[in-house]
């Protein structure tokens, strides 16, 4: 470790270091997991619950497919492509027990988007809900997938609830436009057959192999395939595992909800892996962008856990019937994927009665970097301290550590930090130094205490007149205003200062004015971040997850 100062922070029950060889792949991990806790329930959806035991059972099936009827070898890609569904876990532990590597792929992406990530991955399979198909069969013949499993919203539900929610994503809400899949099998056909099959061969899959292509948002160019290794998964669900053990939590009886898809790095780590090494219930969330029905399904369990992003809490608390949710049990909220805003995060804190921890993570470092201590009393607008055997630096320019206070580049070294960037190594170079440095691209700042605080994204930063302007810092400043629902903050150009700070809302108040934003960041800001530009919008452009694509903004 090059900085231990951060460990006076710590718990001290949380170890500074990790090991993680216990298990030699993920899918020894789940298989071990998964046989500790086989009568607890594993995975809700739709109301449909699978235990350990049935996950076991049916990623067995679905690997023994993938082996003996596809033919698929040790190494080969296999995409997935489907919101939070039971198939997803199934699929995705089924192909990592058969040792193939899993592409993990935005069931909302365009055609080129979708052509792009098959073609750069050579996925040779993919498992694609229905709703998504026609965008699959418009771009297959410039691929080289030739294995398509697809399956329905509610292929997993059983009789007569599969037929009922096929039938409404199909005819009611109109989910399925038509698409020509010649080649197509049904995924209960697959795992069918493979109860049939022989019984899987043994593909020796170890730490070094690729667990994940795991594709960046493009949110800052072309979508690139972060290589994660099983023990870059490992090592990180270990590191994470460590941090919320300090809460003693009850093995086999918490319940997580997971309304940010699996597919997303954050979920699939946080959620799917380290909570199963507790034994815990993912309630996983289809759609959780309809938040009426979010909050029917929480109104209906006993949640423990729940992890999103800044713009998710702050849909649900703007939800009516959200404050009658019972958070008796709730003991952990953490925040990740972009800035927790004060505003939303004090707000958490007072509704349910539990602090909206922040973490930070990133896709190329499987992704969890630092998270704030589980017993934080409350918001501390920072995120949180490095996780176990994990260095973290503040760099200038040149590559220097800065000390406590100064703004630089934060740097990331440790055992969850990617392979590099699939067939990428120009990218990967600029990426990952020579002394094994991750840069992220990210402005922060460390405290004298070992807790960092991000500043912003080096490519948002806003230049007025020479001074740097943060558009994380003013947007906080604007979403504490209580007329404001959401508001995305960048630069434009400006003819005196060189770049202006424009901020585009979107009213919680319909009588919110310009002039009242004016007034409300004069008094919070010193007027070079004050914005010179308001406008007002319906909504603001984001990611599937929710995160504000400023790029977006920009372009229009």
């Not at 750069?120 to 080289?144: N, R, W």
């Not at 005819?171 to 197509?184: C, E, F, G, N, S």
């Not at 395939?225 to 590191?239: R, V």
């Amino acid at each position: 470790m090059t900085e231990k100062v951060w460990l006076k922070s710590y718990p001290e029950n949380l170890p500074p270091e990790i090991t993680y060889d216990t298990y030699p792949s993920l899918g020894a991990l789940f298989t071990e997991r998964a046989e500790t806790f086989r009568d607890r329930p594993a995975f809700t959806c739709m109301g449909k619950t699978l235990s350990y035991g049935e996950m076991l059972e049916y990623s067995d099936f679905f690997g023994r497919w993938l082996q003996h009827k596809a033919g698929l070898k040790k190494g080969d890609r296999v995409a997935i492509m489907m919101p939070n569904l039971l198939q997803f876990p199934i699929a995705m532990l089924g192909a990592l027990r058969a040792g193939m590597t899993v592409v993990n792929t935005n069931p909302l992406y365009t055609d080129r988007e979708l052509r792009h990530q098959l073609k750069d991955s050579g996925a040779t399979t993919i498992v694609i809900a229905d709703a998504f198909a026609h965008t699959l069969s418009d771009v297959i013949a410039e691929t080289d997938v030739r294995n398509v499993i697809i399956t329905g919203f509610g292929d997993m539900l059983g009789f007569p609830k599969k037929q009922l929610v096929n039938l409404v994503v199909r005819y009611v809400k109109k989910m399925v436009p038509q698409y020509r899949l010649a080649q197509a099998v049904n995924f209960n056909s697959v795992l069918s057959e493979g109860r049939t099959l022989a019984p899987m061969t043994d593909p020796a899959v170890g730490h070094d192999d690729l667990a994940f292509l795991q594709y960046t948002g493009g949110t800052t160019g072309p979508s690139k395939g972060a290589m994660l290794t099983h023990a870059n998964l490992l090592a990180n669900i270990a590191q994470a595992h460590a941090c919320i053990m300090v809460s003693e939590p009850e093995l086999g009886h918490e319940v997580v909800v997971t309304a940010l898809p699996l597919y997303h790095i954050f979920a699939l780590t946080a959620n799917c892996f380290t909570f199963m090494m507790i034994g815990a219930q993912n309630v996983m969330i289809v759609n959780p962008r309809d938040m009426p029905d979010f909050v029917k399904t929480l109104k209906s369990i006993r949640m423990t856990a729940i992890t999103g992003v800044n713009t998710l809490f702050n849909g649900l608390l703007n939800t009516p019937g959200f404050d009658e949710v019972d958070f008796s049990g709730l003991k952990l909220s953490l925040g990740g994927g972009m800035a927790v805003q004060r505003a939303v995060a004090e707000k958490w804190h007072k509704v349910t009665g539990v602090v909206l921890l922040e973490a930070y993570g990133l896709t190329e470092t499987s992704p969890a970097v630092c998270i704030n201590p589980i017993s934080l009393k409350e918001y501390n607008g920072t995120i949180g301290l490095p996780v176990p055997s994990t260095d973290v630096a503040v760099k200038s320019a040149s590559g220097e550590n800065l000390p406590a206070g100064e703004r630089g580049e934060l740097c990331v070294r440790g055992p969850q930090v990617m392979k590099g960037y699939w067939n990428r190594p120009e990218a990967t170079a600029e990426a990952i130094d020579k002394d094994g440095w991750l840069h992220t691209g990210d402005i922060a700042i460390m405290d004298e205490q070992g807790f960092f605080r991000i500043v912003d994204r080096l490519k948002d930063m806003v230049l007025v007149s020479g001074f740097n302007v943060y558009p994380n810092e003013v947007e906080d400043v604007i979403a504490m205003h209580p007329g404001v629902l959401e508001v995305g903050v960048i630069g434009v150009p400006d003819d005196k200062s060189g770049e202006a700070v424009k901020a585009v809302i979107v009213r919680k108040d319909p009588a919110l004015t310009e002039a009242d934003i004016h007034a409300h960041c004069k008094e919070n800001l010193t007027g070079y971040k004050c914005p010179r530009y308001v406008e007002f919008a319906d909504e603001l452009p984001k990611t599937n997850v929710g995160k504000i694509l400023r790029r977006e903004l920009r372009n229009q």
